[in-house]
Every structure is written in C-alpha cells, then in structure tokens.
C-alpha cells in the first residue's frame, strides 16, 4: 500500500506562486510513476502534469505549461509541482496520484493506482 500525502496549498495573489509538496509512503517511491491533478468546483479532475520514475520525462496540460514545473527527490520520496504566475482560474483542490510503472508515457487519469486526500490551492484576483 502507498500514502500520498500533499501540503503546500493555501491562498495567494493573482500572479503568485506556490509551491505543492506530497510525500510518498509505503513502498519504493521510485518505481512510480506520479502525476498531478486538480478538481475545481462542480468540475471533473482534470490533469496537470506527470513525470516519470527517472524525471526524463515530464507532460504538462496545456493551461499550465510555461508556468508549473513538476520535479521530484527520489531519495526525499517526494513530489513537487511548483506554481508560478497563478490565475484565478487555477483554484482547486490538487491531488498527487501514484502509478506502479517504470515507464515514461502519459497517463491518464483512470490508470492511476492512489491518490492523495489533495490540497486546496486558491488564487484571488
């Protein structure tokens, strides 16, 4: 079993920056594929970036490619996405995910294997 756990979400300005934390649990960390997402409001969770057990790899959903960038410490067993020039339009609640995979193909949604219990991010204009 894998524990996700993230942190770093609070309240900030329009064009500030966060930066989402979520330490893993349980098993090797490294042999994951992880991924982030978000729900906002009355919405579907909808992906926001992925990247691979070796970080050779990362996808990035359109809205938030230039500004977010996922990285992770495989020694610290953590996943991070750090969040700059936000817009209102990027309140939710941000999950990390977990997939048992060496691979380094995008993933979507519904082939993740845990999920973390989020983090809400709100951006004010």
């Known amino acids: 079993q894998v524990q996700l756990v993230e942190s770093g979400g609070g309240l900030v300005q329009a064009g500030g920056s966060l930066r989402l934390s979520c330490a893993v649990s349980?098993?090797?960390?490294?042999?994951?594929?992880m991924g982030w997402f978000r729900q906002a409001p009355g919405k579907e969770r909808e992906f926001v970036a992925s990247?691979?057990?070796?970080?050779?790899?990362?996808y990035y959903a359109g809205s938030v490619k230039g500004r977010f960038t996922v990285s992770r410490d495989n020694a610290k067993n953590t996943l991070y996405l750090q969040m700059n020039s936000l817009k209102p339009e990027d309140t939710a609640v941000y999950y990390c995910?977990?997939?048992?995979?060496?691979?380094?193909?995008?993933?979507?949604?519904?082939?993740?294997?845990?999920w973390g219990q989020g983090t809400q991010v709100t951006v004010s204009s």
């Open positions: 349980g098993r090797t960390f490294s042999s994951y594929y």
């Open positions: 995910s977990a997939k048992y995979s060496s691979g380094s193909s995008y993933y979507p949604r519904d082939e993740y294997d845990y």
């Open positions: 990247i691979s057990w070796s970080t050779t790899r990362t």
